[in-house]
């Protein structure tokens, strides 16, 4: 048994997607950030670095309960436990690696620095907002010259490095202003239709829909979790007001 523990957030519903795509069993618990469940002494002891998601498999190696922090790290795990959608070995596993690390060191960081801007940066930071944007926007094209290349981001098939990216691309269709203004006419990737394509073919996948819907269903605990939370709790999630370091 897996012990998943998130928050409603892409790098956690990268973990959901995996767990249903490989078929193993598991269990969620909500970590309430505003409340600053991550800084806790038995949290920490679990995910070193404060943050979801983290999983514990009882069933670790040698039948020992192990946890796993960082989201890539954990993919890389799962995958590797299974036997499952990452290739053993030669270009092909180098390649699938090389477009993982894309979606940990770029994808991830840089749409999440937009989300931040749009939706919790005070007044007057223009500059981050465009500033991101136009990362997003390479990335963007980064992908989409790949997958006009390639059925998937690793290449022929279908794996992690596919996993990770995914959960972001949805989230970003729904949240970032050039990409919902597209939506409106009637498709968010018209500009990159290669990423597109991908998309649309990931989404139909029934494990990455299984994926979805549980990655969702912390977002209500999240929902109760914003509103309790007062300005100080906002401040130190954000790291910023007296939490500044």
Not at 18 to 24: H, I, K
Not at 98 to 104: C, D, H
Not at 141 to 169: H, K, N
Not at 201 to 229: H, M, Q, T
Request: charged share 20%.
């Amino acid at each position: 048994m897996i012990d998943l523990y998130g928050m409603s957030s892409p790098n956690v519903v990268k973990i959901t997607v995996m767990l249903e795509e490989v078929g193993l069993a598991y269990r969620q618990h909500h970590v309430n950030v505003f409340a600053g469940d991550q800084h806790v002494s038995g949290f920490l002891k679990i995910s070193p670095n404060n943050k979801v998601p983290v999983i514990v498999d009882a069933d670790g190696p040698g039948g020992a309960p192990l946890p796993v922090f960082e989201s890539g790290a954990i993919l890389l795990y799962l995958a590797e436990k299974t036997g499952k959608l990452l290739p053993a070995s030669g270009v092909a596993r180098t390649t699938v690696m090389e477009w993982l690390m894309v979606q940990v060191a770029s994808v991830g960081p840089m749409f999440g620095q937009l989300v931040h801007f749009l939706r919790y940066a005070p007044a007057g930071n223009d500059y981050g907002a465009q500033r991101y944007t136009s990362e997003v926007r390479r990335i963007l094209g980064v992908l989409d010259r790949r997958l006009a290349t390639a059925a998937f981001l690793g290449g022929d098939e279908y794996s992690i490095a596919d996993v990770a990216t995914w959960p972001w691309l949805r989230t970003a269709s729904g949240i970032y202003p050039f990409l919902t203004a597209a939506a409106a006419k009637g498709d968010a990737l018209a500009e990159w239709p290669a990423v597109g394509r991908w998309f649309a073919a990931i989404g139909a996948r029934p494990a990455v829909a299984r994926g979805v819907v549980n990655g969702d269903r912390f977002l209500e605990d999240d929902k109760s979790a914003f509103g309790a939370a007062d300005p100080d709790a906002f401040d130190r999630f954000f790291n910023r007001g007296k939490f500044t370091r």
